[in-house]
């Protein structure tokens, strides 16, 4: 059972560019939440999809946008980069059902460097 | 809002050694608690958790106790081995929704040498 992908895993680009970050959940998950991890930090939660649609949002600009899939896979979408946008980003997956409490289970990341 | 402040490390240790990670957290409401490990290159894997007050959450050796009346879970495990070096993160989540937002602390780096 292949656990929660992401791609790429490494990236590179330049201040002001665009960024598209991908991720499949694990079998059975329906829900993907996206979080950032700077150098030396927790995490911190950027976004949740369910259902093809945002439903919760952390702290962050609307440079952060994402869109899930009817596969429930998702994109993270990231415009205008600027220098503080590197970071590990890591995608987590998870089961909605009927409000039970339900373990995130995360990827390896994409590892993004903004020169 | 949420919270948690995590003992700052790094922490090293000889192999065999007591291990304590301090985690204490602000919340509303009486969250779920998960401890959550960053081996080397490799994303966040679930190490434990506990659900409600004085649960016991237990894994590969390691516990951690949810107190309620402290606020505090703390990680613990009796004799580490070298294999246990890694990032330890403590997390909070709303209770009984433990897939939304999680809350994370900044990471406690460990380093166990032979």
């Known amino acids: 059972d292949a656990g929660v992908t992401q791609s790429p895993t490494h990236l590179i680009k330049t201040r002001g560019q665009q960024v598209t970050l991908r991720c499949s959940p694990k079998?059975?998950?329906?829900?993907v939440s996206w979080y950032q991890q700077a150098l030396g930090q927790g995490p911190q939660f950027i976004f949740q999809?369910?259902?093809?649609?945002?439903?919760q949002r952390g702290n962050f600009p609307d440079r952060f946008s994402g869109h899930q899939f009817p596969n429930y896979s998702s994109e993270l979408n990231v415009n205008a980069l600027l220098l503080g946008d590197s970071a590990l980003y890591l995608c987590?997956?998870?089961?909605?059902?009927?409000?039970?409490?339900?373990?995130?289970?995360f990827g390896p990341g994409t590892r993004l460097l903004v020169l | 809002g949420n919270s948690v402040t995590q003992m700052e490390g790094p922490v090293t240790l000889s192999e065999e050694a007591f291990l304590t990670i301090n985690c204490t957290y602000t919340?509303?409401?009486?969250?779920?608690l998960f401890w959550y490990v960053q081996y080397p290159g490799e994303g966040l894997q679930l190490l434990l958790k506990?659900?409600?007050?004085?649960d016991k959450g237990s894994n590969k050796g390691f516990e951690a106790t949810y107190r309620k009346e402290t606020t505090s879970f703390h990680l613990e495990k009796g004799s580490v081995q070298v294999s246990d070096s890694a990032v330890y993160f403590c997390?909070?989540?709303?209770?009984?929704?433990?897939?939304?937002?999680?809350?994370f602390g900044t990471g406690t780096r460990l380093t166990i040498i032979p």
């Open positions: 987590a997956s998870s089961q909605t059902s009927g409000g039970h409490q339900e373990t995130q289970y």
């Open positions: 999809y369910y259902e093809e649609e945002e439903r």
């Open positions: 506990a659900t409600k007050a004085d």
């Open positions: 079998s059975g998950h329906d829900t």
């Open positions: 997390a909070l989540g709303r209770a009984n929704f433990g897939n939304e937002k999680l809350t």
């Open positions: 919340a509303t409401g009486y969250p779920s």
